[in-house]
């Protein structure tokens, strides 16, 4: 039976189609898929379907059908019904989904008061029975907290718990997983295919493929508010037919996509000569050590005026050439530790040199100095860089540090940015005028300026799309095989981690426990921890 | 969490005797380089004569030879005493001549909060996010009454409603009839402002994910914004209230000495102008003691609204924004 | 040269500059227009009337506006719009008198708190505390029980009364900047602290704050006025709003058009003023207009 029916949706916002007119169907007890990355018109066609697409749009549709009823017809009063009464929405990201001044058990309650006749005390026995059946511990003493002072993982099941709460036909998920470390991740996927279970349909919202494969019956993958491929999961994983999914799939980085290009290129721009076609990857030898981390500790003030160590114990080296992964859920001590190499953050004990050279005790000409030698690039491409400045500006700052004279700055500048696949046309651009992904380009660009010969990558693809981070990373690669540098780099993503490193270490509560080579720490993880983290990754079969 | 609220009360408590003692030293230091002879000024100002002996008694009563350290002592002394000094003018303590008008600036500063209060409230609430005519209205509106000063308003409101429509009476400081225009005089402008503060502030958490979260479980827009969006609006209406209601000693000067009415504005404005210091200085000392009460309300009311505030470091507060 | 890994390709710059810059309303023309009238009229108020604001015409008092006398005569027979265009200049004197008082006083303690160490931050702000206790207006009214009524002690009184809340601004702006990615990035390319403080710090600090000045000018303009209106600020016979609206208050029952217009004036100065100001906050937000 066919729970809803879409034909030839379009949605405008102030004249401009962000959907393009799309059908498709799911039926009962089915679980369908919208893929795309950001601005394929997914969330906005998630939210038609509930009636709040938003100020300022028009929506268009041949049919627009939900258990036989006429959608496009409904008035403000007769979609109260529907929305958390026959439809259930999760969104995003229960942190801000949820009323943070409100307690989780009133927002349950709430769905409850307007759509069952339960008086006060039977609902708040079924909110009770609601938490446990997401699997929330202690329901009675969760229903009573704030969303800030539950974990994300039991946000996002209470967040689920409201939208299962009036026992909807249909459950819209958002990006259901988005914010959530992977461990929690797996957890949160495994719930949503439970609800499958139970006769309701499910439609997913998605960016990641990997994600939807263990959920999804059928995928639809969407590119500016078309859908451009639709069919069973298995035979669109297994046999893409639209070029778009094969470029999707190809730029997720994993363990088989090591040591190939993710973005179906073959070369930076000023590289193009060093890397030909599709030679097979040869890794270069790592070279001399250039970073040594030894025995790092820190510890800050918590809000209770109790210290929390940040980071424990923690050593590396890095060699010339070398990617050095770091990888951990949040509140792992990641960052940290690479502000401790920085040598932007003084360690409480042990001590980081840079080419032989430890940042305690030097004086500040001496510390600026050294300070070109390791460089940096941020997870956040807008804030990374002063909103005022050109591109030919950040550059010229960076070179003029770097000793260049004047009169060769603007010629290296371009250089440069030829370098990260970026051209003369952009030094004119201010940061607010450049794509994120071209941006993170000049931040590698500007990383590179006092040829370091290391530089911090703190997140770099994590803010972006999935075809962008495919490029980013091609790029990190050709740089480092261009320019011999060493690369510390940082990420909550195993995937991304095993694509790009050579040795990985794990962090968990500011300690390593385990590191080693990536191979060797993948393929046979020895700590419980990397073992359930390895266990937890999305893989890309469908389920 | 009830050590949380002792020990914030606490915290702002000692701030707020920081404050004070700031207060005391600014009308030490005020009292003591104004120029001219200060025994001249307590017996009666430049106009009057008095015999040397009178003076010599002046001085000795006041300490006036002494030390400033000494002096400085002696007036943090009396202030903890509760003797905020003799008007030159009035030749009574300065707390007795603030307190036979503290009531009438009090009626008057009520009433002014809660009309200013309620019709910023009303009018965001009914306006935020909605049709972009109904917001222009409402924006424009605000933009003209915030930026129009009391005293003109004051004197429109008399033109019109007792000069011309003859409704209200435009003197005096008895009935509720009389405090009918000035309240509005004192409300308006600042309405104008907090509805500008409170709506900007709806609008924002209006587009917050957990609204969108709400509505998406099947609530009535009232329900939504009543319910979800008001509450978190309130953070920043309370931090500009909290500004305004101390501001409000200064409005009431201007409001009182328009429409002719008893108060505490009425009593400063006149010791101005006969440099009559102890009086303003008690004044200012009142003013800083409202404010540090008021802070410490402000504060309280922050926990009420948003329970995470419990769980943060005490020196968590919301910002106060500028002048817009 | 073979361009093999495209960059992700923008939208040609016109199209973004578009998006961010939509085009200003038309008020805020019409304000910064108003603007620019009252302006001219500080420097050149001649241009605008013929009519001398000081001279009396005791066969003419309380004449309603005509040809002759547009705006209407006050009690002395003065021409009101002549007294209006010739007050401008005290009154805008007084707005941005006090508020760059309390610029440059806020952000040079505020900068200093932003940047100083823990000791120098905690003095400034607790003194900025205490500040912060006493409103504009009473201030200005111990200011001038010392030291006298007139304009400039009114500008004075006004511009350090509200330096605390500047210097309160200037500092959170300074913290925010200071702590931000770009700010790290600069100390990592290994900039001096004093070179990454002038070239990256101050300049991103000080735009908001002159944004928030700018609205800030209007209400210390009220505050101003407000001050000669109780006759504490510009004596008589000196043209000047407050002033001027003070005497009408005795004049209500019998002369609307004495009480009306110098009040449209001040409103008017400080809509334009939050208008041209709001619209700079939004342009440097990069919000539509």
Same mark, same amino acid.
């Given at each position: 039976?066919?729970?809803?029916?879409?034909?030839?949706?379009?949605?405008?916002?102030?004249?401009?189609?962000?959907?393009?007119?799309?059908?498709?169907?799911?039926?009962?007890?089915?679980?369908?898929?919208?893929?795309?990355?950001?601005?394929?018109?997914?969330?906005?066609?998630?939210?038609?379907?509930?009636?709040?697409?938003?100020?300022?749009?028009?929506?268009?549709?041949?049919?627009?059908?939900?258990?036989?009823?006429?959608?496009?017809?409904?008035?403000?009063?007769?979609?109260?019904?529907?929305?958390?009464?026959?439809?259930?929405?999760?969104?995003?990201?229960?942190?801000?989904?949820?009323?943070?001044?409100?307690?989780?058990?009133?927002?349950?309650?709430?769905?409850?008061?307007?759509?069952?006749?339960?008086?006060?005390?039977?609902?708040?026995?079924?909110?009770?029975?609601?938490?446990?059946?997401?699997?929330?511990?202690?329901?009675?003493?969760?229903?009573?907290?704030?969303?800030?002072?539950?974990?994300?993982?039991?946000?996002?099941?209470?967040?689920?718990?409201?939208?299962?709460?009036?026992?909807?036909?249909?459950?819209?998920?958002?990006?259901?997983?988005?914010?959530?470390?992977?461990?929690?991740?797996?957890?949160?996927?495994?719930?949503?295919?439970?609800?499958?279970?139970?006769?309701?349909?499910?439609?997913?919202?998605?960016?990641?493929?990997?994600?939807?494969?263990?959920?999804?019956?059928?995928?639809?993958?969407?590119?500016?508010?078309?859908?451009?491929?639709?069919?069973?999961?298995?035979?669109?994983?297994?046999?893409?037919?639209?070029?778009?999914?094969?470029?999707?799939?190809?730029?997720?980085?994993?363990?088989?996509?090591?040591?190939?290009?993710?973005?179906?290129?073959?070369?930076?721009?000023?590289?193009?000569?060093?890397?030909?076609?599709?030679?097979?990857?040869?890794?270069?030898?790592?070279?001399?050590?250039?970073?040594?981390?030894?025995?790092?500790?820190?510890?800050?003030?918590?809000?209770?005026?109790?210290?929390?160590?940040?980071?424990?114990?923690?050593?590396?080296?890095?060699?010339?050439?070398?990617?050095?992964?770091?990888?951990?859920?949040?509140?792992?001590?990641?960052?940290?530790?690479?502000?401790?190499?920085?040598?932007?953050?003084?360690?409480?004990?042990?001590?980081?040199?840079?080419?032989?050279?430890?940042?305690?005790?030097?004086?500040?000409?001496?510390?600026?100095?050294?300070?070109?030698?390791?460089?940096?690039?941020?997870?956040?491409?807008?804030?990374?860089?002063?909103?005022?400045?050109?591109?030919?500006?950040?550059?010229?700052?960076?070179?003029?540090?770097?000793?260049?004279?004047?009169?060769?700055?603007?010629?290296?500048?371009?250089?440069?940015?030829?370098?990260?696949?970026?051209?003369?046309?952009?030094?004119?651009?201010?940061?607010?005028?450049?794509?994120?992904?071209?941006?993170?380009?000049?931040?590698?660009?500007?990383?590179?300026?006092?040829?370091?010969?290391?530089?911090?990558?703190?997140?770099?693809?994590?803010?972006?799309?999935?075809?962008?981070?495919?490029?980013?990373?091609?790029?990190?690669?050709?740089?480092?095989?261009?320019?011999?540098?060493?690369?510390?780099?940082?990420?909550?993503?195993?995937?991304?981690?095993?694509?790009?490193?050579?040795?990985?270490?794990?962090?968990?509560?500011?300690?390593?426990?385990?590191?080693?080579?990536?191979?060797?720490?993948?393929?046979?993880?020895?700590?419980?921890?990397?073992?359930?983290?390895?266990?937890?990754?999305?893989?890309?079969?469908?389920? | 969490?009830?050590?949380?609220?002792?020990?914030?009360?606490?915290?702002?408590?000692?701030?707020?005797?920081?404050?004070?003692?700031?207060?005391?030293?600014?009308?030490?230091?005020?009292?003591?380089?104004?120029?001219?002879?200060?025994?001249?000024?307590?017996?009666?100002?430049?106009?009057?004569?008095?015999?040397?002996?009178?003076?010599?008694?002046?001085?000795?009563?006041?300490?006036?030879?002494?030390?400033?350290?000494?002096?400085?002592?002696?007036?943090?002394?009396?202030?903890?005493?509760?003797?905020?000094?003799?008007?030159?003018?009035?030749?009574?303590?300065?707390?007795?001549?603030?307190?036979?008008?503290?009531?009438?600036?009090?009626?008057?500063?009520?009433?002014?909060?809660?009309?200013?209060?309620?019709?910023?409230?009303?009018?965001?609430?009914?306006?935020?996010?909605?049709?972009?005519?109904?917001?222009?209205?409402?924006?424009?509106?605000?933009?003209?009454?915030?930026?129009?000063?009391?005293?003109?308003?004051?004197?429109?409101?008399?033109?019109?409603?007792?000069?011309?429509?003859?409704?209200?009476?435009?003197?005096?400081?008895?009935?509720?009839?009389?405090?009918?225009?000035?309240?509005?005089?004192?409300?308006?402008?600042?309405?104008?402002?907090?509805?500008?503060?409170?709506?900007?502030?709806?609008?924002?958490?209006?587009?917050?994910?957990?609204?969108?979260?709400?509505?998406?479980?099947?609530?009535?827009?009232?329900?939504?914004?009543?319910?979800?969006?008001?509450?978190?609006?309130?953070?920043?209406?309370?931090?500009?209230?909290?500004?305004?209601?101390?501001?409000?000693?200064?409005?009431?000067?201007?409001?009182?000495?328009?429409?002719?009415?008893?108060?505490?504005?009425?009593?400063?404005?006149?010791?101005?102008?006969?440099?009559?210091?102890?009086?303003?200085?008690?004044?200012?000392?009142?003013?800083?003691?409202?404010?540090?009460?008021?802070?410490?309300?402000?504060?309280?009311?922050?926990?009420?609204?948003?329970?995470?505030?419990?769980?943060?470091?005490?020196?968590?507060?919301?910002?106060?924004?500028?002048?817009? | 040269?073979?361009?093999?890994?495209?960059?992700?390709?923008?939208?040609?710059?016109?199209?973004?500059?578009?998006?961010?810059?939509?085009?200003?309303?038309?008020?805020?023309?019409?304000?910064?227009?108003?603007?620019?009238?009252?302006?001219?009229?500080?420097?050149?108020?001649?241009?605008?009337?013929?009519?001398?604001?000081?001279?009396?015409?005791?066969?003419?008092?309380?004449?309603?506006?005509?040809?002759?006398?547009?705006?209407?005569?006050?009690?002395?027979?003065?021409?009101?719009?002549?007294?209006?265009?010739?007050?401008?200049?005290?009154?805008?004197?007084?707005?941005?008198?006090?508020?760059?008082?309390?610029?440059?006083?806020?952000?040079?303690?505020?900068?200093?708190?932003?940047?100083?160490?823990?000791?120098?931050?905690?003095?400034?702000?607790?003194?900025?505390?205490?500040?912060?206790? !006493? &409103?504009?207006?009473?201030?200005? *009214?111990? #200011? @001038?029980? =010392?030291?006298?009524? +007139?304009?400039?002690?009114? %500008?004075?009184?006004?511009?350090?009364?509200?330096?605390?809340?500047?210097?309160?601004?200037?500092?959170?702006?300074?913290?925010?900047?200071?702590?931000?990615?770009?700010?790290?990035?600069?100390?990592?390319?290994?900039?001096?602290?004093?070179?990454?403080?002038?070239?990256?710090?101050?300049?991103?600090?000080?735009?908001?704050?002159?944004?928030?000045?700018?609205?800030?000018?209007?209400?210390?303009?009220?505050?101003?006025?407000?001050?000669?209106?109780?006759?504490?600020?510009?004596?008589?016979?000196?043209?000047?709003?407050?002033?001027?609206?003070?005497?009408?208050?005795?004049?209500?029952?019998?002369?609307?058009?004495?009480?009306? !217009? &110098?009040?449209?004036?001040?409103? *008017?100065? #400080? @809509?334009? =003023?939050?208008?041209? +100001?709001?619209?700079?906050? %939004?342009?440097?937000?990069?919000?539509?207009?």
């Amino acid at each position: 039976m066919t729970v809803l029916r879409v034909e030839n949706l379009r949605v405008e916002f102030g004249g401009s189609p962000v959907v393009d007119g799309i059908s498709f169907e799911v039926q009962r007890g089915e679980c369908l898929a919208l893929v795309g990355e950001s601005g394929s018109g997914k969330s906005v066609t998630a939210r038609t379907l509930v009636g709040l697409t938003g100020e300022g749009s028009r929506v268009g549709a041949d049919e627009l059908t939900f258990a036989g009823q006429d959608l496009t017809r409904l008035r403000e009063r007769d979609w109260r019904g529907i929305r958390g009464g026959r439809i259930g929405f999760v969104l995003q990201d229960a942190l801000v989904s949820l009323d943070p001044l409100r307690k989780v058990g009133k927002e349950i309650a709430e769905v409850l008061a307007a759509h069952t006749r339960l008086s006060g005390t039977e609902r708040r026995d079924r909110v009770v029975e609601l938490l446990a059946a997401v699997g929330v511990p202690e329901p009675e003493l969760r229903a009573r907290q704030l969303p800030h002072e539950l974990s994300g993982g039991l946000r996002q099941r209470a967040l689920i718990a409201t939208a299962i709460a009036a026992e909807p036909e249909l459950i819209i998920a958002d990006e259901p997983t988005t914010a959530l470390d992977v461990t929690i991740q797996a957890q949160v996927i495994g719930l949503l295919a439970g609800l499958k279970n139970q006769d309701r349909s499910l439609l997913i919202i998605s960016h990641d493929l990997a994600v939807v494969a263990r959920l999804a019956d059928r995928v639809a993958v969407m590119k500016d508010g078309r859908i451009v491929e639709h069919g069973p999961t298995h035979r669109v994983l297994a046999r893409p037919e639209h070029e778009y999914t094969r470029q999707l799939l190809a730029a997720i980085p994993a363990e088989h996509t090591k040591g190939t290009r993710l973005s179906g290129s073959t070369g930076s721009a000023g590289l193009a000569g060093s890397a030909g076609g599709s030679t097979p990857p040869v890794r270069r030898a790592a070279g001399d050590v250039v970073v040594r981390a030894e025995g790092i500790g820190k510890s800050f003030r918590g809000p209770d005026g109790k210290d929390r160590a940040a980071v424990q114990e923690v050593s590396f080296s890095l060699r010339a050439a070398e990617t050095v992964g770091i990888v951990g859920e949040s509140g792992s001590g990641k960052t940290t530790t690479a502000r401790i190499t920085l040598g932007l953050t003084e360690p409480d004990s042990g001590s980081v040199e840079v080419h032989g050279q430890g940042w305690a005790g030097l004086g500040s000409a001496a510390r600026r100095a050294l300070r070109r030698d390791i460089q940096v690039v941020y997870q956040d491409t807008l804030a990374a860089f002063d909103p005022r400045y050109t591109v030919a500006k950040v550059l010229g700052e960076a070179l003029e540090v770097s000793g260049v004279p004047r009169k060769r700055r603007r010629e290296r500048a371009v250089e440069l940015l030829e370098l990260v696949g970026l051209g003369v046309q952009h030094l004119e651009r201010r940061p607010l005028q450049l794509s994120g992904g071209q941006r993170q380009r000049v931040a590698i660009a500007r990383a590179l300026a006092p040829e370091p010969a290391v530089i911090v990558c703190d997140e770099p693809v994590s803010a972006l799309d999935v075809s962008v981070q495919a490029q980013v990373l091609d790029l990190l690669e050709d740089v480092q095989r261009e320019t011999g540098v060493a690369y510390l780099f940082i990420s909550h993503d195993l995937g991304v981690i095993y694509h790009a490193c050579d040795r990985v270490l794990v962090m968990k509560d500011g300690r390593v426990v385990e590191e080693g080579t990536v191979e060797k720490v993948f393929r046979t993880p020895e700590h419980p921890y990397t073992q359930e983290l390895i266990a937890a990754i999305p893989k890309l079969t469908a389920a | 969490m009830r050590n949380k609220i002792l020990r914030l009360v606490g915290g702002r408590l000692i701030a707020g005797v920081g404050v004070l003692w700031g207060a005391a030293t600014l009308t030490f230091l005020v009292l003591y380089f104004t120029p001219g002879d200060q025994a001249q000024a307590i017996v009666g100002g430049e106009n009057a004569a008095p015999t040397p002996e009178v003076i010599a008694q002046v001085t000795a009563e006041y300490g006036l030879d002494q030390p400033w350290y000494a002096q400085y002592l002696s007036h943090l002394g009396r202030i903890l005493h509760g003797d905020l000094g003799t008007s030159y003018r009035l030749h009574t303590p300065v707390t007795q001549a603030i307190g036979e008008q503290a009531g009438a600036t009090l009626e008057l500063a009520l009433a002014a909060a809660v009309v200013g209060l309620t019709l910023s409230t009303v009018v965001a609430l009914a306006t935020a996010k909605r049709r972009r005519w109904i917001r222009g209205i409402a924006s424009g509106s605000e933009l003209v009454i915030a930026s129009t000063p009391s005293f003109w308003l004051g004197i429109l409101l008399l033109t019109v409603f007792s000069f011309g429509l003859r409704l209200f009476p435009a003197t005096g400081s008895h009935g509720l009839q009389s405090l009918v225009l000035p309240a509005l005089a004192l409300a308006l402008p600042i309405a104008g402002v907090l509805g500008h503060v409170l709506r900007e502030a709806l609008e924002e958490v209006l587009d917050e994910p957990f609204i969108v979260s709400a509505r998406t479980r099947g609530l009535a827009d009232l329900t939504v914004r009543l319910r979800h969006a008001l509450r978190h609006a309130l953070v920043p209406l309370i931090t500009m209230t909290g500004y305004w209601v101390g501001a409000l000693l200064g409005g009431a000067v201007i409001t009182e000495t328009l429409f002719t009415r008893q108060g505490i504005g009425r009593l400063l404005l006149s010791a101005v102008n006969a440099k009559d210091l102890p009086v303003v200085l008690g004044v200012v000392l009142l003013s800083a003691g409202i404010y540090v009460l008021l802070n410490l309300v402000v504060d309280l009311l922050y926990l009420v609204i948003d329970p995470r505030l419990r769980d943060a470091p005490a020196t968590a507060r919301p910002a106060v924004g500028g002048a817009s | 040269m073979t361009v093999v890994t495209p960059a992700n390709p923008a939208p040609p710059v016109s199209a973004r500059r578009l998006r961010f810059r939509p085009g200003i309303r038309p008020g805020v023309y019409l304000a910064a227009l108003v603007l620019f009238l009252l302006v001219l009229a500080t420097v050149a108020p001649h241009l605008f009337t013929g009519q001398d604001p000081l001279a009396v015409d005791s066969a003419q008092t309380l004449r309603p506006p005509s040809a002759e006398h547009l705006l209407g005569t006050d009690e002395n027979g003065r021409d009101v719009f002549s007294r209006i265009v010739f007050g401008t200049r005290t009154s805008l004197l007084l707005g941005f008198g006090a508020i760059a008082i309390a610029l440059a006083g806020g952000g040079l303690l505020g900068v200093a708190a932003g940047l100083g160490n823990r000791f120098v931050e905690n003095l400034i702000m607790r003194f900025s505390d205490i500040g912060l206790a !006493f &409103p504009e207006l009473l201030l200005a *009214l111990v #200011v @001038i029980t =010392v030291a006298g009524s +007139g304009t400039s002690n009114a %500008l004075i009184a006004i511009g350090v009364a509200n330096i605390p809340n500047y210097a309160r601004v200037v500092r959170a702006q300074t913290l925010l900047i200071r702590r931000s990615s770009y700010v790290e990035a600069a100390h990592a390319l290994g900039l001096s602290v004093p070179r990454v403080v002038l070239r990256h710090v101050l300049p991103n600090a000080v735009k908001p704050v002159l944004i928030l000045a700018t609205i800030g000018v209007g209400s210390a303009l009220v505050a101003g006025s407000a001050l000669s209106f109780l006759g504490l600020g510009t004596p008589p016979p000196e043209p000047e709003w407050g002033s001027m609206l003070s005497t009408a208050r005795d004049f209500i029952s019998r002369a609307w058009w004495y009480g009306l !217009f &110098p009040g449209v004036a001040i409103t *008017l100065t #400080v @809509i334009s =003023v939050t208008v041209v +100001g709001r619209a700079l906050r %939004l342009r440097s937000e990069g919000r539509t207009w």
